[in-house]
């Protein structure tokens, strides 16, 4: 045999036997990458919007694991913001039903912003529904249930209960009616708009949203705060379920009469679609009692009376 190949049998061996030991020292462990959308703040840090990334992880870790680590390490896009602060823990997953899994962050996940740390639960739950197999999920703080300024518990929160202006599709132009009033007034006067809608998100969304946005007309002003979040809508029926984040009370009541100008610009303006006749409130997927002095337990149909002539 050469000196030649001696020297390249060598080589190959050498070379073998690196591969085994790397192998031994991974434990075998073979990398998976995923793309996926994980949810951030936007530059303004009033909404979350996906950005697509590449998650890797070993084949015999928990995905859910890796996404939140992506999530706490932050985005790559320079136009998005962190939603979940740098220094917070993963502190536990509990996947006791592996499609609805509950998450256990450390106390540094709270920043005493309740708008913000609530869009920053969202962006966990939107991140994590992307992944297959995960139906809903509940965020925690060491152990201890999230809890709204008006005493509700946040809990398993769906895909579907997140509706954001960036899950869109093909778009069309539609005509809305919305009601506002005027200042010194009770009563609602309508505003006709026209606006584009996405198949992929419910006309009803869009007209609350731009119920938030305010009056366009000269002489109209808004019947609710800027600030009001939205979580999403569900129409089953004639009967439109529009569930607000736990401000809505917080940014839309004072006195009875502002509390019934917002409960009716909504119901009126949604009832002048013609497969909408009555409206149920909800606060983070709850059914509450009381928003400020009037109770919204219960359904609510259109009140042509409060409608200006």
Do not use: W
Request: charged share 25%.
């Amino acid at each position: 045999m050469s000196r030649k190949s001696v020297i390249g049998i060598l080589i190959a061996v050498i070379i073998a036997a690196a591969a085994v030991t790397i192998g031994i020292m991974s434990g075998g462990r073979n990398r998976v990458t995923i793309t996926t959308d994980l949810y951030f703040f936007n530059e303004e840090e009033t909404a979350i919007a996906a950005e697509t990334r590449e998650i890797s992880y070993d084949e015999n870790d928990d995905v859910v694991q890796a996404v939140v680590e992506a999530l706490i390490k932050g985005p790559e896009n320079p136009r998005r913001r962190r939603t979940v602060h740098k220094d917070v823990k993963l502190l536990s997953i509990d996947r006791a039903d592996p499609a609805n899994i509950i998450v256990n962050f450390s106390r540094e996940y709270e920043t005493g912003d309740t708008t913000k740390d609530i869009l920053s639960t969202y962006a966990v739950v939107k991140s994590l529904c992307a992944l297959d197999g995960i139906s809903s999920v509940k965020v925690i703080i060491e152990g201890s249930d999230i809890v709204a300024p008006d005493g509700a518990v946040i809990g398993y929160l769906t895909n579907e209960d997140i509706n954001l202006p960036t899950d869109t599709n093909t778009t069309e132009t539609r005509n809305i009616k919305l009601y506002f009033t005027q200042r010194g007034t009770n009563k609602l006067y309508g505003e006709m708009r026209t606006i584009r809608v996405a198949d992929q998100q419910p006309i009803e969304q869009y007209i609350i949203n731009e119920l938030i946005k305010g009056p366009q007309a000269e002489g109209l002003s808004a019947t609710l705060s800027s600030e009001t979040t939205l979580i999403g809508v569900d129409t089953i029926g004639d009967v439109c379920f529009v569930n607000f984040g736990s401000n809505f009370a917080e940014r839309n009541s004072g006195d009875q009469e502002k509390e019934i100008l917002a409960v009716y610009s909504i119901v009126d303006s949604l009832t002048e679609l013609d497969t909408i006749n009555r409206v149920q409130f909800f606060i983070d997927g709850k059914k509450v009692d009381m928003f400020g002095t009037l109770n919204i337990n219960s359904m609510f149909g259109r009140n042509q009376e409060m409608i200006a002539e």
